[in-house]
């Protein structure tokens, strides 16, 4: 059984090498090593970003099994849902400053900044923000032993970046349609997720995650970006000091966007006391 469920995996974890690995060697034949350099750029920053939200659901993991394993599925429904949104709020605090001031990060980091690589960056981001809605999904359906047709699914879709992406290529559009059609996948493997999960798990309802997960995420995303994008746009930040506050205001802007709109109340309760006991 465990060899099995392992085998399983394993097509999962090869969408994934060739996701990222795949993508970088048909990019390598079309358009020759810069490109390769301007993605490298971007995956140091996926890699960066990506950590702060995988270790907050690495806590959460074993919390999600253990709940399905103990048959107390609601309380794991909790974790499923709240898990979603908080991990993609602890990347939006990372990612909208990288976003929004990525042309003057990116030429402050190197000397000679390879084509594409600014635009590959912010989508970068992007894919890593829609991938951190799925952790606790996945953890979810891992949960219940049942991977095999779940696998054969969602790992075939993820699975189809790499012909898609060729595809697009061969026809001659721009290396930017690679990190495209990573988010398009991203979306349509999430769509699979609900689609599926719901089969093995009777408890999870796809109009309440839609509505507490996808919903209030949007609804942040919005309400933060706004100012800061109308800032960048209309205001010259092509120094250090204009820089340092636009990304002072990403954060600010995110920070009260996740606690006013993306958090209920027992929510911001807890957390201002958490940040409370903190500083005492």
């Known amino acids: 059984k465990m060899f099995a469920y392992s085998g399983w995996h394993f097509i999962g974890n090869s969408a994934n090498i060739l996701k990222n690995s795949g993508i970088d060697v048909i990019l390598n034949l079309f358009f020759g090593p810069s490109i390769n350099a301007a993605k490298g750029v971007a995956n ?136 495209l059609v990573s988010i398009f996948v991203e979306i349509f493997s999430l769509v699979a997720r609900l689609v599926m999960i719901p089969f093995y798990i009777s408890s999870f309802h796809r109009l309440v995650f839609l509505k507490e997960v996808i919903l209030n995420c949007f609804l942040v995303v919005v309400c933060a970006a706004m100012l800061p994008f109308v800032v960048s746009k209309y205001f010259y930040l092509n120094d250090f000091i204009s820089c340092g506050l636009n990304v002072m205001l990403c954060f600010l802007c995110s920070a009260v966007s996740i606690m006013f709109v993306g958090c209920s109340r027992k929510e911001r309760e807890s957390i201002l006391s958490g940040i409370k006991a903190k500083f005492h």
């Open 44 to 179: 140091q920053v996926l890699h960066a970003i990506q950590g702060f939200s995988n270790n907050f659901t690495t806590a959460l993991n074993p919390q999600i099994i253990q709940s399905y394993a103990q048959g107390n599925v609601g309380y794991m429904m909790k974790l499923v849902y709240k898990g979603s949104r908080f991990s993609f709020y602890i990347l939006f605090l990372i990612a909208l400053p990288i976003v929004v001031n990525a042309d003057y990060i990116v030429n402050v980091w190197l000397k000679n900044v390879p084509p594409y690589a600014i635009v590959f960056v912010q989508l970068s981001v992007i894919v890593a923000a829609l991938s951190s809605l799925s952790n606790t999904l996945i953890t979810a359906q891992n949960a219940t032993g049942n991977v095999r047709n779940y696998q054969l699914i969602v790992g075939g879709i993820q699975l189809l970046n790499l012909p898609m992406s060729y595809f697009c290529l061969y026809l001659g559009f721009s290396p930017v349609c690679v990190l």
